[in-house]
């Protein structure tokens, strides 16, 4: 969703009418997983995707009918094996996808939820009375925004989504939703470079175009130059203790360290590491790494929160050039990202 709602937004802005299907449950090799999306205009203008390509024909159909109709839709499609080939699949699936209107108070409750520094849950209300059908709920630690539904009501969404890991379908016996699916949105993955070395030209550029946000600390003017690093999020020419405090480190953050000088990685991993972002590395060989493991020991670091750092850092593609070895940390990072819940 993230991807889709700056072009959602651009067309609610030029006044077109915007259907969005989401897909809510998977079975087998499905194409999309659950909670991927797909805006489709009155026009027939449309952004992101539910199938890769296998059923986005149907959905389309469907979204103009809910689009003529204001009325949601719930449909399901399996994917046989023989469409599944023609899209790059080894096997088939199934999907069920909701389609509903998506309105501007729609877009307000996702840029809320995606503004938010911790992961919080949204509910989409499958099946529910009045205004709450096709309704984005945005859910917290103190419960529903949603001040005008029922007590019981809130009590179960609240419930649900504390007790979620991941996200899902869910019955309530709730007097104004019966039926919701729950959506985790999390903070956008961000990648924190400790060192504007050479390394970190191509690691930046890679973690732009997967989605990361990216930020670059280095006290070094010659390494820190918006030439080096164009479009990232923010460049710090400081020292790390001074860099942090400007940041927040949250579970979405990767922090990774390059510069092999002690006098910079040293304070940005004891940072990193009384931190709660989800992956932290450090550049060098076995050996830098064991006289750090030593260093840091020396200065109060336990042995459990030393485990923690991914080193020699990324996977081992075998590669030697910058680029390689910046496609092995990409690599990393992405496989404990997408294996946190697991």
Not at 169 to 196: D, N, S, T, W, Y
Not at 216 to 225: A, E, H, K, M, Q
Not at 226 to 231: A, G, Q, S, T
Not at 288 to 307: F, N, P
Request: proline share 5%.
């Amino acid at each position: 969703m993230r991807d889709l709602l700056d072009q959602v937004e651009i067309w609610l802005k030029n006044g077109q009418s915007v259907a969005l299907a989401t897909v809510i449950k998977t079975w087998g090799s499905s194409p999309r997983p659950a909670g991927a999306g797909m805006a489709i205009t009155e026009t027939g203008e449309i952004a992101g995707s539910v199938s890769g390509g296998c059923v986005e024909g149907a959905v389309i159909d469907s979204a103009m009918q809910v689009l003529k109709t204001g009325q949601p839709e719930r449909i399901h499609f399996g994917v046989g094996d023989d469409m599944a080939w023609e899209v790059g699949l080894s096997c088939g699936g199934e999907i069920d996808v909701y389609i509903r209107l998506f309105e501007h108070k729609n877009l307000e409750v996702w840029k809320r939820a995606l503004s938010k520094t911790n992961s919080v849950f949204l509910a989409l209300v499958l099946a529910g009375s009045g205004p709450y059908l096709g309704a984005d709920l945005l859910l917290e630690n103190s419960g529903s925004i949603f001040s005008d539904l029922s007590r019981e009501t809130r009590d179960q969404l609240t419930e649900i989504a504390n007790k979620e890991l991941t996200g899902g379908i869910h019955k309530l016996e709730a007097p104004e939703i019966q039926e919701a699916f729950f959506h985790k949105v999390q903070p956008a993955p961000e990648l924190i470079l400790v060192g504007g070395v050479h390394i970190a030209i191509p690691l930046a550029s890679f973690a732009k175009t997967v989605g990361f946000e990216v930020t670059v600390i280095d006290p070094r003017r010659l390494f820190s130059t918006v030439d080096r690093f164009p479009d990232i999020k923010l460049l710090l020419t400081e020292w790390p203790e001074g860099a942090f405090q400007k940041i927040s480190i949250t579970e979405s953050s990767a922090i990774v360290m390059l510069t092999h000088d002690p006098k910079i990685d040293d304070p940005a991993l004891k940072i990193a590491l009384n931190s709660p972002a989800f992956y932290v590395g450090a550049l060098g060989s076995r050996k830098t790494h064991q006289k750090r493991i030593e260093r840091l020991k020396d200065a109060g670091l336990s042995q459990s929160r030393l485990d923690q750092i991914h080193a020699p850092v990324g996977l081992n593609l075998g590669g030697k050039t910058s680029p390689e070895i910046a496609l092995g940390i990409m690599a990393e990072i992405l496989q404990v990202w997408y294996g946190r819940d697991m």
